[in-house]
């Protein structure tokens, strides 16, 4: 099946900005024979002791959706199909946004987060000073 690996993670001050990435690594067709370019990729994060929230999504056509408010105007998810890979480009950090950074994939349209059939390992963001 799909097999999704994030990058990009680490430690910054407050202010500071992060580029994380969603790659496929290795298979790029999931077990029913849907390719990447075919599956709205979302990123969550999850904070110690909290529950995994989502960020944004972004479906197979293009489209984009903000699920927190605190990030709104700063954070802007984008794709390149051509690199199976999806970005999430996270601006003017704060410590609020530290928590362990998912990306997971579903056929065509982002949903909920129990819809998601293929996760990521993640990669950590501390926002610390």
């Known amino acids: 099946h799909l097999q999704l690996v994030e990058s990009g993670g680490g430690l910054v001050q407050p202010g500071g900005s992060l580029r994380l990435s969603c790659a496929a690594s290795g298979d790029t067709v999931d077990e029913y024979g849907v390719g990447w370019e075919h599956h709205a990729i979302g990123w969550f994060r999850q904070a110690p002791g909290k529950?995994?929230?989502?960020?944004?999504?972004?479906?197979?056509?293009?489209?984009?959706?903000n699920d927190q408010d605190s990030v709104k105007g700063r954070f802007a998810i984008s794709r390149d199909n051509t690199k199976n890979t999806v970005y999430l480009q996270m601006n003017n950090l704060t410590p609020e946004d530290t928590g362990r950074y998912y990306c997971?994939?579903?056929?065509?349209?982002?949903?909920?987060?129990?819809?998601?059939?293929?996760w990521g390992q993640g990669t950590q963001v501390t926002v610390s000073s």
């Open positions: 529950e995994r929230e989502a960020v944004s999504c972004i479906s197979s056509s293009g489209r984009i959706t």
């Open positions: 997971a994939a579903v056929p065509l349209k982002c949903g909920e987060i129990r819809s998601f059939d293929y």
